[in-house]
């Protein structure tokens, strides 16, 4: 799975540190069953050093991380710590506060990596637990904690999806040779630009993820399932989601024809016969604005859909992430439209050259180089003879 906890930990780690990996883990298992909650582990520890309660939240499973590890604690929870890595609820939602039940519990200690950045909760759970005499030490593998929660953050503090560009190209940035040489039914296995283990780790970002989007011509070029092929479990499924100005979705494509509810079609012109015989088949088609072009602020006709009212609509639907793989012109509206928060970008060791071969964005680019999209925070990662560079164009706790 992407890599949310520390792999390796030192032999002279702490207790601190050690149980808080462990809650790390435990929360990794909400991921793709939690959305649109936080991922939460909680481990409750003794004062002998073990381990007495375990939890993780699940969406359908209702009752918190806290509250199932407190559960498995019983009476012993009384003078133990409590290891988490997302700061207690303080509010009353679909459940109690957690904060009012890991002092009820009578828990003495609580080591948190974070807190929470719910502005229903952002520190009050915090202070709760510090007015009620509660030991509080917070920060222990905050950067992996927000990793694993930065989707829920971005939403729940703008009200829009983690929008993360992903793309897989050669070292002299082609993501695909000439248009000829592309069929229309994508490429063969030796067309694969990344290796196989580079794709099967495409498949853990997609399961992570809940929907994920492309353009109406890759449709069309390269006819894409969009599935999550983990096998691993999912609450529900990967939202496969499609600009399509003009409708112009094939009907006989693999996207149309594996459609149950999970595919949603955003277009500008709705053609009523061309929608009606998609929503037959469980495409979900719903319109929005054209793009407007920068220069005269006014729609082009045949644009693609205005990707900040896509965005929206997907928030609205309590969509915490939203992986866009598309073609150079979507990845180029995309990072003009200013939706793009971080990128996960693939490079395998070859080189296509080739003036026909397609860019990674196609577009009219920045103007100047102090104009340019600057990443922040980058991290590298090998996958064999390929990697791929990570990188925010914003902080999804704080921009």
Not at 122 to 134: D, H, N, S
Not at 192 to 216: F, K, P
Not at 323 to 332: D, K, L, M, Q
Request: charged share 25%; aromatic share 6%; proline share 7%.
């Amino acid at each position: 799975m992407p890599d949310y906890a520390p792999r390796m930990i030192s032999i002279n780690a702490s207790p601190d540190e050690r149980f808080t990996l462990r809650a790390l883990e435990l929360a990794s298992k909400g991921i793709a069953m939690a959305s649109p909650n936080p991922r939460v582990g909680a481990v409750v520890v003794n004062a002998d050093g073990e381990v007495i309660g375990e939890g993780f939240h699940m969406y359908d499973g209702l009752k918190h991380a806290e509250v199932l590890a407190l559960e498995q604690a019983g009476n012993a929870a009384r003078g133990a710590t409590l290891y988490l890595n997302l700061e207690p609820c303080s509010h009353e939602g679909r459940t109690g506060p957690c904060a009012d039940a890991v002092i009820a519990a009578g828990i003495k200690r609580v080591v948190c990596s974070m807190p929470d950045p719910n502005p229903l909760v952002a520190g009050r759970g915090f202070a709760k637990l510090r007015e009620a005499g509660v030991e509080l030490l917070v920060g222990v593998f905050a950067d992996y904690a927000r990793k694993l929660n930065e989707g829920f953050s971005k939403r729940i503090r703008t009200g829009l999806p983690l929008v993360t560009l992903k793309a897989a190209m050669t070292l002299d940035g082609k993501i695909a040779p000439p248009p000829a040489e592309v069929t229309d039914i994508g490429f063969s296995q030796p067309g694969w630009i990344t290796s196989e283990i580079a794709r099967a780790h495409v498949q853990e970002l997609r399961h992570a993820a809940d929907s994920i989007m492309i353009g109406v011509g890759t449709v069309v070029s390269d006819n894409p399932l969009l599935t999550d092929r983990t096998g691993l479990p999912r609450r529900r499924p990967l939202l496969r989601v499609v600009l399509d100005s003009q409708l112009r979705l094939p009907l006989d494509s693999r996207l149309v024809k594996t459609a149950h509810h999970d595919v949603l079609v955003f277009c500008s012109f709705a053609e009523e016969k061309k929608r009606a015989a998609l929503e037959e088949r469980g495409i979900q088609v719903e319109q929005v604005p054209l793009a407007k072009n920068e220069p005269g602020g006014v729609a082009v006709a045949g644009g693609r859909p205005d990707l900040n009212a896509v965005v929206e609509r997907l928030g609205a639907r309590e969509l915490n992430s939203l992986i866009v793989e598309g073609g150079a012109a979507v990845n180029w509206a995309a990072l003009a439209a200013g939706i793009v928060d971080k990128v996960f970008l693939y490079y395998a060791p070859k080189i296509l050259g080739g003036g026909n071969a397609v860019p990674f964005a196609l577009g009219p680019g920045y103007a100047r180089m102090d104009e340019a999209a600057y990443l922040r925070n980058l991290e590298l990662h090998r996958f064999g003879e390929d990697f791929a560079v990570e990188g925010y164009l914003r902080d999804p706790y704080s921009d």
